[in-house]
């Protein structure tokens, strides 16, 4: 432990800390998402290993102060490897009492509370459902509570900029961030290089919010309030360079490296809908990276369009969430038809119908598997974290092209908008994606079949306009080989079987299922998506303690690994925690006549680790 001494000789303790996990929250319009975002830059930027939790309200516009339009952002960093945004909170900042109300319960007891002191008016605290006001009664009395009347400190930092009160009051968050900045030892450098670079056309905006993040740094350097304050050193990760992302931005780099990885174009076809509509936003920005995007009229002209980008020979992508993929089923099937590569991403959010859009759920699985007419097999894979979207992506387009199939991508809510520290990869390692489309014929080269297959069941990528290659398209079914309109009732069941072992045949191609721990024991926890870091995290604490458990997170959900089957049955207990009511364990029991336990939960958060860790104590007895 180290101090610090102020100009007024108050002793300041600097006291070391392995990891910490903040939480800011407050009103949809006070700028949490920001403070969360340039907190986790800053952690990352120290050399953290950092998860970060944006949580936003549902309601696009709900009235100020309810607890409807609460929005926070969790930011988990360490001086060592972590893989979720933290379970309890450490330092809460809430700036009324609405955020306060719907927040609290996940501050650990004797954890930092601090409070804008001006927001609790009898006004706001009866929108947040208080009938005292808790910094004046004995409610917070577990926490150690820092009260403080931001809002005020705040105008008086931006006096004389010829600001009017809601320009002034909109800097309440940069002063929220210099306080917690000071009291984890985080610079104010980097923000103070993203305001002059964001607010630059206003330089009356940029002088404000420099001088309210300084003054909350200030704040907390001088008050005698604050008696200590917390470090937490760099974390020990492999050797590279990183940067910040979040999922939703890992994907879109990991798709136009995909592109460029194949010498392909990248269209993208999208109809907005949260929360992938900034894989959109960011594919946007990148037309020099010959990134073509599409915003549809709705989710079916969206994949029509992709599909078409796909005909013609480029790569072809499209996005949504559940909603959207209800309406691109029959497209889906046509793509399937004519087995053509496509990337389909699902970010999947809380369901059914528009459901919770701003919140976190795995419930797609099943569509995706099985949500078309007829037999109408698809691959899936799914994202583990922000980061691993990068790879995902990567590795969908090798697939598609490979077999030459639709591919659907699952992320979720919490994978899209929550970020990690993401190593930068050499380019130079990063295999090509060999694609190849067959070339020009004249009368005395035999007649082009369409639907020839190779080896592994791939039919040949024909680009339009290429001379004596003209063959048919369409949903209704082709003869095997000239691709011809056949309607016979051999034929359809021929190639239906033959589409089928197509996408199975994918399972000899992909790595096996590796699985963290002995390989064979007491209990296997199976996990998919977002739940890897709460599950590897929490067998990581149990094996730490001589329990006899293991984790195999799976990325091939259709088909699954070759070795999966034989690896679940070297186990006693089999527990599949996810974020929906049983998807992934029905799959498990129908193909590996497992009896596989749930840990099931859809409440638009993620788990906690200890909640999977008391399921599989539970289940060891």
Known sequence: MS????????????????????????????????????????????????????????????????LAGVSGFQIHFASHDIYTPGETVDALVAMNPAALKTNLADLKSNGVLILNSDAFDKKALGQAGYESNPIEDDSLSGYQVFSMPMTSMTRG??????????????????????????????SMDPT????????????????????????????GETTDAFRSSYTVEKAKLPAGTYRNMTGNQALAWGLMT??????????????????????????????????????????????CSAIGAAYGGEMALTTTSG???????????????????????????????????????????????FGRNGESPIPVIAASSPADCFDVAIEAWRLATRFMTPIVVLTDGYIANGSEPWRIPNVADLPKIRVTHPGPRDEND??????????????????????????????????????????????????CVTRAQKVANIADVVPAQEVMGAESGKVLVVSWGG?????????????????????????????????LGQLIS???????????????????????????????????KPFTTTEIAEKIESLLG
């Open 192 to 219: 103070l290089r993203f305001i002059d670079a964001k607010f630059s056309k206003v330089p009356s905006i940029a002088e404000a919010n420099r001088r309210a993040l300084k003054a909350g740094y200030n704040f």
């Open 570 to 604: 070297q186990f006693d207990k089999v527990l599949v925690p996810e974020l929906n009511l049983g998807q992934m364990r029905l799959l498990l029991r129908s193909k590996y006549l497992v009896d596989a336990v749930g840990l099931n939960k859809v409440q638009g």
């Open 157 to 186: 930092a931006v006096d004389g900029l010829d600001l009017s009160v809601k320009e002034s009051d909109r800097c309440r968050n940069f002063f929220a961030m210099g306080l917690v900045f000071w009291l984890f030892g985080r």
């Open 323 to 369: 909603p959207g993929m209800a309406l691109k089923g029959e497209a889906m099937g046509l793509a399937m038809m004519l087995e053509l590569p496509l990337v389909i991403v699902d970010v999947q959010r809380g369901g059914p119908s528009t459901g919770l859009p701003t919140k976190t759920e795995q419930a797609d699985l099943l569509q995706v598997m």
């Open 258 to 303: 995909a592109a460029k990885l194949s010498g392909k174009k990248l269209f993208l076809g999208s109809y907005p809908i949260t929360p992938a509509s900034d894989i959109l936003h960011e594919l946007s920005k990148y037309k020099n990276f010959d990134v073509l995007t599409f915003q549809a009229e709705d989710e079916i002209a969206a994949i």
């Open 446 to 495: 035999p007649p082009f079949l369409p639907y020839q297959r190779n080896e592994e069941l791939a039919r040949p990528w024909a680009v339009p306009g290429t001379p004596g290659l003209m063959h048919r398209v369409g949903g209704l079914e082709k003869q095997d080989g000239t691709g011809n309109v056949s309607y016979d009732p051999h034929n359809h069941h021929h190639m």
């Open 531 to 563: 739940t890897y870091g709460a599950c590897r995290t929490a067998v990581a604490r149990l094996q730490a303690q001589g329990k006899s458990v293991s984790h195999a997170h799976v990325r091939y959900m259709n088909p699954f690994p070759k070795n």
């Open 3 to 66: 101090t610090t001494t102020d100009e007024n000789a108050v002793v300041k303790e600097v006291q070391p800390l392995e990891e910490a996990t903040v939480r800011f929250c407050g009103d949809s319009g006070d700028g949490m998402q920001l403070a969360g975002t340039q907190f986790s830059n800053t952690s990352a930027l120290a050399g953290n290993d950092i998860a970060t939790f944006p949580d936003f309200p549902a309601e696009i516009r709900a009235p100020r102060g309810t």
